[in-house]
């Protein structure tokens, strides 16, 4: 049996985005949001359908005790989607490119589609439309435990997100031509914490943090040229089955993750890239550290220039208006824990290429 066709909003039947949202605050960027202060609510506009996004979370401010994890600046899970229109709802598909048909035959392309599943994170209700453009209320998806921060604190305690003692953090929610970034204090209880998080908690049943999505522009696949991984080369490599793999060579291919740098001057031998590479090092590192940091990072630049590019890598102190999870900042984190921690390199990059899209460094103070 043929499934019905799903119903459709009438244009008719919903308000203008303009009369759903008078009062409240905009948010403009990458994904426009509304600020509605009186409910407390966060809506998004939705214009862009049937396109990769990056939707990641992370933690702008961690429990600073190194055997819970959990640290200042971690990332948490990320994912390529995009926004369907169905019916009375607009669903976050992720699509599965674990598996792929890297071919110019649709047919080829859709067989593989056809035979894994994608996953649907949110189905939004849709709540007015302008045209093309749908408002949609996008509170509940925000406020939830999207880190699974109590799974993780689960040796210390049951805890549960506490929405009466949680808000949007509104200092650190803001929007940017590339990206949209929304993030949250929230408060987990328990009847009772263990001892290494009361340790570093004030009242270890009440737990404050703050968690952080981003909403972030991806390039257009075919304008980044992937790398081949090379199990001596000691990159961080991603991969995937690709089935229009001729049958002679093997279907799983795997690439490097990297930043992306051109020269200007493809054809020079020595050239400045099109866009060099930049760490910007956390503001709050003391000094005589800064300094060391700067001058340390910055000799990599001499291996850059003997790769052919000129001036192609540098690091600077982030600027005092720059949010460190914005995505257009590469970022080295200086990070304060009760007890000496491990000291590790991150990023976010795109799973469907390996392109870096942001290192994500974290120093720890100890």
Do not use: C
């Not at 439309?129 to 949609?136: P, S, W």
């Amino acid at each position: 049996l043929a499934l019905a066709p799903s119903p459709v909003v009438a244009q008719d039947d919903l308000p203008t985005i303009a009369d759903a949202t008078e009062g409240m605050t905009l948010i403009d960027g990458f994904v426009p949001m509304y600020w509605d202060a009186a409910d407390e609510e966060m809506h998004l506009e939705i214009s862009l359908f049937d396109t990769d996004l990056l939707h990641y979370v992370s933690l702008p401010a961690g429990l600073g005790q190194n055997d819970l994890g959990l640290n200042r600046g971690d990332l948490g899970p990320s994912e390529v989607v995009r926004f369907r229109l169905t019916g009375p709802r607009i669903m976050m598909v992720e699509p599965n490119y674990s598996f792929r048909a890297v071919s110019d035959d649709p047919l080829e392309v859709k067989s593989v589609d056809d035979g894994f599943p994608t996953s649907i994170h949110w189905g939004f209700e849709i709540e007015a439309r302008t045209g093309d453009r749908y408002l949609v209320d996008a509170t509940d998806f925000f406020m939830r435990d999207a880190f699974g921060l109590a799974r993780r604190l689960s040796s210390q305690g049951s805890f549960r997100l506490e929405e009466s003692r949680s808000s949007f953090y509104e200092p650190r929610t803001r929007g940017f031509p590339d990206n949209s970034e929304v993030e949250l204090e929230m408060t987990f209880v328990a009847a009772s914490a263990g001892g290494t998080l009361n340790s570093v908690t004030p009242t270890g049943t009440a737990l404050t943090v703050r968690q952080h999505h981003s909403f972030v522009r991806l390039p257009p696949i075919d304008e980044y040229e992937m790398r081949a991984a090379d199990p001596r080369s000691g990159f961080n490599s991603g991969g995937y089955m690709d089935f229009a793999t001729p049958i002679q060579e093997p279907l799983q291919k795997r690439f490097i993750r990297r930043h992306r740098l051109e020269k200007q001057n493809p054809n020079a031998a020595m050239s400045p890239p099109i866009e060099p590479i930049i760490y910007y090092l956390d503001p709050g590192t003391p000094e005589p550290v800064r300094t060391a940091l700067i001058e340390g990072g910055n000799w990599w630049n001499e291996a850059f220039e003997a790769a052919g590019f000129i001036d192609g890598f540098r690091v600077e102190v982030l600027p005092a208006d720059a949010d460190p999870m914005d995505v257009r900042y590469n970022v080295i984190q200086w990070v304060h824990r009760s007890t000496r921690g491990w000291s590790y390199g991150n990023s976010i990059s795109d799973p469907r290429t390996g392109e870096i899209l942001k290192g994500h460094v974290t120093l720890g103070s100890l």
